[in-house]
């Protein structure tokens, strides 16, 4: 599922001293119902079967879901792309986790440096709104670190909110998102590739999406937004929220949308062989195990003593009608039907 996989990947001290190596899933590790959550959103990223960005590279970090770990896991992001700045302008950090819920009285200085130098370096972060706007005292985002681009718009986290299939707004996505993606009845693969999981909901698996999409689009020999540093991040931000990236489908939310148009897959045109289309645009087709039954008991049989020519209608009125005709010379003409 995972082809294109970084020779070296991220782990905080705190994941790596329970032992824990960047390549394992331990979301069960967080709760039964976190199971294989990693695995699941890395895969709507860039899995192969339901991935977005299926050439891009991962790059797998490990962090404890306790204490300010998750702010250690950007810390190692950053430290990364400082060591390797020819992934700068060419990278994305997708979290589909969060740190909880907003308070006040909780210093985050050092959960936006972190996040402010990684996005300084042209690297966007996309991040989910939150699962609990079925909650009426939570519509609205309030979890960390998505808050912080609410609270401040030159703070430019790409935050996104889920709609179902029909584009109508998930009645559990909390509001204030940049953009949406389909984030109910999603498919993935988790811990047998065989055996795709169904039926699983939650921004978690729609922050992936986007930033899979990010992935492609810096990945153009022409990227569809400046990327002139130090406003990357910012541009993708604002091209996300326009029409180039995305539509209202229904409702107010604005959805995904990778610019591929009809133009770009066109419907390939039936072949119109010969005898195959009748009555103007009713096309006619006849499968070949049929033909052959028709030439084998009926049409040789049928042909033998009629002269030097013979043609005979099958199936009137069917999909499958159909005339065959034969010419013969002197020397092949049948004279029994032995």
């Given at each position: ?7 070296q990947?991220?782990?905080t001290?705190?994941?790596a001293s329970?032992?824990w ?6 979301s069960?590790?967080h709760g039964?119902d976190?199971?294989f959550?990693?695995?699941?959103a890395a895969?709507?990223a ?5 991935g977005?960005?299926?050439?891009a590279k991962?790059?797998?970090?490990a962090f404890?879901?306790e204490d ?7 810390e ?6 400082k060591?390797?700045?020819e992934?700068q ?6 979290m589909?986790m969060?740190?909880g ?5 909780q ?6 440096q972190?996040l402010?130098g990684?996005?300084?370096?042209d ?6 709104a939150?699962n609990?706007?079925?909650d009426?005292n939570?519509?609205k985002?309030d979890?960390?670190p ?7 718009r030159?703070?430019?986290?790409i ?10 707004r998930?009645?559990w996505?909390q509001l ?6 389909v984030g109910?009845d999603?498919?993935?693969l988790e811990?047998?590739p065989?055996?795709?999981t169904?039926?699983i909901r939650?921004t978690?698996?729609?922050t992936p999406?986007?930033?899979g999409?990010?992935a ?5 020999d022409?990227?569809?937004?400046d990327t ?12 996300l ?5 995305g539509w209202v489908?229904?409702?107010?939310s604005r959805v995904?949308?990778n610019?591929?148009?009809?133009a770009d897959?066109p419907?390939?045109?039936v ?12 096309y ?5 195990d049929?033909?052959?039954?028709l030439i084998?008991d009926?049409?040789c049989?049928e042909?033998v ?8 209608e099958?199936?009137q009125?069917?999909?499958n009608?159909v005339k ?12 029994s039907?032995d």
């Open positions: 599922e995972f082809p294109n996989v970084a020779d990947h991220l782990i001290p705190l994941a329970k032992g190596k960047p390549w394992e899933d331990h069960t590790d039964k976190q199971a959550h990693g695995t699941c895969g709507k860039v899995g192969q079967q339901y977005v960005a299926k050439n991962l790059v797998v970090v404890a879901n300010d770990d998750m702010i250690s896991g950007f190692e992001i950053y430290k990364d792309l060591a390797h700045p992934r302008k060419h990278s994305v950090v997708t589909s969060v740190s819920r907003y308070d006040p009285k210093d985050y200085t050092r959960f936006r972190v402010y990684i996005m300084a370096m690297v966007p972060i996309v991040v989910g939150g609990e706007g079925d009426h939570r519509r985002i979890n960390v998505a808050i912080f681009a609410v609270q401040d030159g703070f430019p986290l935050v996104v909110g889920s709609v179902d299939k029909d584009g109508q998930s009645a996505s204030g998102e940049n953009t949406n993606a109910q999603i498919t993935c811990d047998d065989s055996q795709p169904t039926g939650g978690s698996f729609t999406q986007v930033a999409q990010i492609n689009w810096l990945a153009m022409k990227v569809p937004f002139t540093s130090p406003y990357l991040v910012g541009n993708v931000r604002d091209y929220e326009s029409d180039a990236a489908r229904s409702g107010d995904l949308w610019g591929v148009t009809e897959n419907q390939i045109p072949k119109r062989c010969w005898g195959l289309l009748r009555d103007g645009d009713t006619m087709y006849l499968e070949r049929v033909l052959a039954s084998k009926k049409f049989d042909a003593g009629k002269g030097a020519s013979y043609g005979a099958y199936h009125g069917t999909l009608h065959i005709s034969i010419v013969y010379t002197d020397t092949t003409r049948p004279r039907k």
